[in-house]
C-alpha cells in the first residue's frame, strides 16, 4: 500500500515570508495528489491538488509541484498571511477509492 | 455550495455499545468514504463505498465495522461494540469523480 511522509512537523514563519511542506510517497502508481488545510476542531478543506501528469499547478499564493521521478510534491505557500495558519496533510490517492495521508504539518504564521 | 453533512456532531458511548454514524454526501456524488483521526494524529482511510458495494477497506476496517446506504441519501457507519480505541474524529467525504473528495464536518466520538 501507499505510504506518504510529510516534512517537517511544524513550521513557523514570519507574516510574509513563504512557506515550504514537502511529502513523499512510496506507490508509483499514485496519480492524484491534493493538499488538505485542516483549522483547529474543522474539517479538512481541499486547497490545491495536482495529477500526475502536471508538474506545477498555481492558484494565487499557492503552489504545488510534483516530482514523479522522485515520487516527491510539495506545497508553496507565498507571502503568508496569519489566516494561513492550520495544519496541512498532504495525500496520495492509488485508486479510485483509497486516499493515504501524511501526518500533517503545523504551520504558525507569526504577525 | 453543496456541502457534506453528518449527524451527531459529538456521540458519547460506553465501552461495548454500538454506534451509528450518519452522513448525507452530496447528492450527486458517486463515491463515498469514511475516515477517522485520533486526536492529534494524522486522516486515516477506513473504507470507500462506490455502485452500492465496499470498493475498498483498510486494515482498520475490520468485523467490527460495517457501512451501508439505506436509502438513495444516507450513508451510515457502524461501530459494533465499540472499544476505548475508537474514539476519535470520523469523517465521511464523497466525490463525484473518485479523486477530490469533500468533507464533512466529523463527529466526534468518545468511548467511555
Known amino acids: 500500500g501507499e505510504n506518504v511522509e510529510q516534512h517537517p512537523s511544524t513550521l513557523s514563519v514570519q507574516e510574509g515570508d513563504s512557506a515550504v511542506i514537502k511529502c513523499t510517497y512510496s506507490d508509483s502508481a499514485s496519480n492524484y495528489f491534493p493538499w488538505y488545510k485542516q483549522e483547529l476542531g474543522k474539517r479538512p478543506q481541499l486547497i490545491i491538488d495536482i495529477r500526475s501528469n502536471v508538474g506545477e499547478k498555481k492558484d494565487q499564493r499557492i503552489a504545488v509541484t510534483l516530482n514523479k521521478t522522485a515520487k516527491h510534491f510539495s506545497l508553496h505557500i507565498t507571502e503568508t498571511q496569519p489566516e494561513d495558519s492550520a495544519v496541512y496533510f498532504c495525500?496520495?490517492?492509488?485508486?479510485?477509492?483509497?486516499?493515504?495521508f501524511g501526518a500533517g504539518t503545523t504551520v504558525t504564521v507569526r504577525a | 455550495e453543496p456541502e457534506v453533512t453528518q449527524t451527531p456532531s459529538h456521540q458519547v458511548t460506553q465501552m461495548g455499545q454500538e454506534v451509528i454514524l450518519r452522513c448525507v454526501p452530496i447528492?450527486?456524488?458517486?463515491?463515498f468514504y469514511w475516515y477517522r483521526q485520533i486526536l492529534g494524529q494524522k486522516v486515516e482511510f477506513l473504507v470507500s463505498f462506490y455502485n452500492n458495494e465496499i470498493s475498498e477497506k483498510s486494515e482498520i476496517f475490520d468485523d467490527q465495522f460495517s457501512v451501508e446506504r439505506p436509502d438513495g441519501s444516507n450513508f451510515t457507519l457502524k461501530i459494533r461494540s465499540t472499544k476505548l480505541e475508537d474514539s476519535a474524529m470520523y469523517f465521511c467525504a464523497s466525490s463525484s469523480s473518485g479523486r477530490e473528495g469533500l468533507f464533512g464536518p466529523g463527529t466526534r466520538l468518545t468511548v467511555l
Open positions: 447528492s450527486n456524488h458517486l463515491y
Open positions: 495525500a496520495a490517492r492509488e485508486s479510485d477509492y483509497k486516499l493515504s
